[in-house]
Each structure stands twice: as structure tokens, then as C-alpha cells.
Nanobody
Framework: QVQLVESGGGLVQAGGSLRLSCAAS????????MGWFRQAPGKEREFVAR????????YYLDSGKGRFTISRDNAKNTVYLQMNSLKPEDTAVYYC???????????????????WGQGTQVTVSS
């Protein structure tokens, strides 16, 4: 089992940057692909980004391409989401999630991921 704890959220002005971190417990972190999702008030939780086990393959929500970068440090059991050029529509609770590969849904689907963190709030003011 993996426990995930997000940090790094906060209030930032439009055009600013934040780096979210997700620290994972357990010795098996490096065997999980990792994802970031977000949920704005009144909306469904949506896929933001994903990184493979080795870190060499990444996927992004279209609206995040060129602005967001997902990375991981397996030695530190941590996955990151660097967010630049933030917009008010990026305001949401951001969650990290771990994919063991056991579930067979699409990599952007919530159902693909076995474990979830509690989320960190990101607020972008205009």
C-alpha cells in the first residue's frame, strides 16, 4: 500500500508559478506510475498529468501542455508538478495518485489509479 501526501499549494497571482510535491510512503514507490488530477468547485475531478515508472514518459491535459511539467525523484519517493503561467481557471484542489498497473482503465481515467492523496488547494487570482 502507498500513502500519498501533497504539499506546495497556495494562493498565487495569474501568471505566477507553483511547484506541487507529493511524498509517498513505502519502498515500492518506484514501481508505480504517478498522476496528478484536479477538481474545481462543482466540477468533476480531471486528469492533469502522468509520469511513467522510470520517468521517461509523460502525458498532459491539453490545457496544461507547455505550462505544466511533471517529474519524479525515485530516491526521494516524490513526484512533482511544476506549474507556470498559471491562470484563474487552474484554481482547484490538486491530487496526486499512484497507478500500480493492476487496473486497466485509460491512463487519464480516475479509475486507473489505486491510491490517492488528500489534495492541496491551488488558488489563482486574476
Amino acid at each position: 500500500q502507498v500513502q500519498l501526501v501533497e504539499s506546495g499549494g497556495g494562493l498565487v497571482q495569474a501568471g505566477g508559478s507553483l511547484r506541487l510535491s507529493c511524498a509517498a510512503s513505502g519502498r515500492t514507490f518506484r514501481s508505480y506510475a504517478m498522476g496528478w488530477f484536479r477538481q474545481a468547485p462543482g466540477k468533476e475531478r480531471e486528469f492533469v498529468a502522468r509520469i511513467s515508472v522510470s520517468g521517461d514518459i509523460t502525458y498532459y491535459l491539453d490545457s496544461g501542455k507547455g505550462r505544466f511539467t511533471i517529474s519524479r525523484d525515485n530516491a526521494k519517493n516524490t513526484v512533482y508538478l511544476q506549474m507556470n503561467s498559471l491562470k484563474p481557471e487552474d484554481t482547484a484542489v490538486y491530487y496526486c495518485a499512484a497507478d500500480s498497473g493492476r487496473l486497466r482503465d485509460a491512463v487519464s481515467a480516475r479509475a486507473r489509479y489505486d491510491y490517492w492523496g488528500q489534495g492541496t488547494q491551488v488558488t489563482v487570482s486574476s
